[in-house]
């Protein structure tokens, strides 16, 4: 079992930077893809970005060249630096861990966190 807890989000003005964390819990961390996932009001949850317990890393399209994932498999802890927010950044923010080698959706998920909010005004 792994209990996931993120920190970081709150409230910036358009072009600011964040920076989420996510702690982990449990056995397993190093041995887990893991992954962020957003939510905005009124719609599906979709993955943000994704890394491989190998450090290979997955970002959608519109995060590409603005968010950085990583992880310190010795502080079981995953980051999400974020820069150049956008207000269509606005979201509920959650980690994710799964036992597969790759995660590409959030069907392959078995942990998530509680979420954390990230506000992001223009």
């Known amino acids: 079992q792994v209990q996931l807890v993120e920190f970081g989000g709150g409230l910036v003005q358009a072009g600011e930077s964040l920076r989420l964390s996510c702690t982990a819990s449990?056995?397993?961390?190093?041995?887990?893809?893991m992954a962020w996932f957003r939510q905005a009001p009124g719609l599906e949850r979709e993955l943000v970005a994704a890394?491989?317990?190998?450090?290979?890393?997955f970002y959608i399209d519109s995060v590409k060249g603005r968010f950085t994932i990583s992880r310190d498999n010795a502080k079981n802890t995953l980051y999400l630096q974020m820069n150049s927010l956008r207000p269509e950044d606005t979201a509920m923010y959650f980690c994710?861990?799964?036992?597969?080698?790759?995660?590409?959706?959030?069907?392959?998920?078995?942990?998530w966190g509680q979420g954390t909010q990230v506000t992001v005004s223009s």
């Open positions: 994710a861990a799964s036992r597969q080698t790759f995660i590409t959706t959030k069907e392959e998920i078995d942990y």
């Open positions: 890394i491989t317990r190998g450090q290979s890393t």
């Open positions: 449990g056995s397993g961390f190093s041995n887990n893809a």
